[in-house]
């Protein structure tokens, strides 16, 4: 797709300075701008790189005037850094403007869906599946009997959504993601063995849920494992079944939540942080990352460590773990000095 400075001027109710014809058809930092690129100036940190870019077109601050000559076409703007944030979203519906159905693609006995779907070309939609209105489905996407997916979601590519899980509106979920399958649920046999205990619950997210690549969300046993709304999951995340998240909650990647575990709502947990099952976190919580909680936390609580424990009582903590050696040898000293 190619923009020119007068196209890009009027989505930002900016003012063109240079060629109002110049045309981007791609997006560059300052310092790595060439011809054919989009950039940005709002850092003063950066202002030595607008004199000497090669990109087609930069946003500037309205208060920007070049104390040298310049080549690139400036778009002058209120807030350059709001309006570049705009433009991104603006580029990216466009990008994702899709719809209709490719070939080829299997859908089921009594799915419906909304209008403007797109479904890829190699997805499989499963019987009685809801589909609401303006959904994006990518590629080699699978979609399980039963399932309900709101308004405005977007599946990219190779995403898996088990039967009867329940999708709200205006989620996204990431390339490689898998929603609703099986709890990890076995008991043990006298022999050693273990067998399965069958996993009939669901998944439910709630609107506003985003889901990075990657990422497993396992069906409840019974019941449903349930990521409330505007939850936001990074790549590479596990969570049990029977797992509750609260509203707004967000987790770094490669976090593990051990079953039955309830987590409040606007708590901020670090990557690769372990979670044992069966407790409670509550709201407002902040996990530090690689922490390991084995018990429930109040509200309001910031830990880190495995065990975690107060965040400030670890940071003390560490300033002398650190200095563990000297001590150690001061102690030493100090008790050959008494012998």
């Not at 490719?102 to 009685?128: A, H, M, R």
């Not at 050693?192 to 396992?218: A, F, H, M, R, W």
């Amino acid at each position: 797709m190619k923009f020119t400075a007068e196209q890009i001027a009027g989505i930002l109710d900016g003012e063109v300075v240079g060629n109002p014809n110049a045309e981007v058809y791609k997006l560059a930092k300052i310092e790595e701008g060439v011809q054919g690129s989009l950039t940005f100036l709002s850092n003063p940190k950066y202002l030595n790189y607008i004199y000497s870019t090669q990109a087609s077109i930069t946003i500037v601050n309205a208060t920007f005037e070049p104390e040298q000559p310049i080549i690139t076409t400036l778009i002058k703007v209120e807030d350059a850094y709001k309006a570049f944030s705009k433009l991104l979203e603006y580029y990216n519906q466009v990008k994702l403007m899709k719809s209709g159905i490719e070939q080829p693609s299997v859908i089921s006995e009594n799915v419906t869906y909304g209008d403007n779907l797109y479904l890829g070309s190699f997805c499989y939609v499963g019987k009685n599946v809801k589909i609401g209105n303006n959904v994006k489905i990518y590629p080699n996407t699978f979609i399980g009997d039963n399932a309900t997916i709101g308004d405005n979601c977007i599946l990219f590519a190779g995403v898996r959504i088990y039967s009867e899980t329940e999708i709200g509106a205006n989620c996204t979920i990431h390339s490689g993601s898998i929603i609703g399958s099986d709890g990890f649920g076995f008991a043990p046999s006298e022999d050693g063995s273990y067998t399965k205990i069958p996993q009939i619950g669901n998944v439910i997210l709630e609107d506003n849920v985003d889901v990075g690549s990657c990422t497993t969300i396992d069906r409840a046993t019974l019941g449903s494992t349930i990521i409330r709304k505007g939850v936001k999951l990074d790549n590479q995340i596990q969570i049990a079944h029977n797992v509750e998240i609260g509203e707004n909650t967000v987790i770094a990647s490669q976090t593990g939540i051990a079953g039955s575990t309830k987590i409040g709502k606007n708590c901020m947990i670090g990557g690769q942080v372990g979670i044992v099952g069966h407790i409670t976190i509550g709201d407002n919580v902040r996990i530090q990352a690689q922490s390991g909680i084995g018990k429930s936390l109040k509200d309001g609580e910031t830990v880190q460590g495995t065990p975690a424990f107060n965040y400030s009582d670890f940071s003390k903590s560490f300033v002398h773990f650190k200095n563990l050696p000297k001590i150690v040898s001061d102690l030493e000293n100090l008790k050959k000095k008494l012998d």
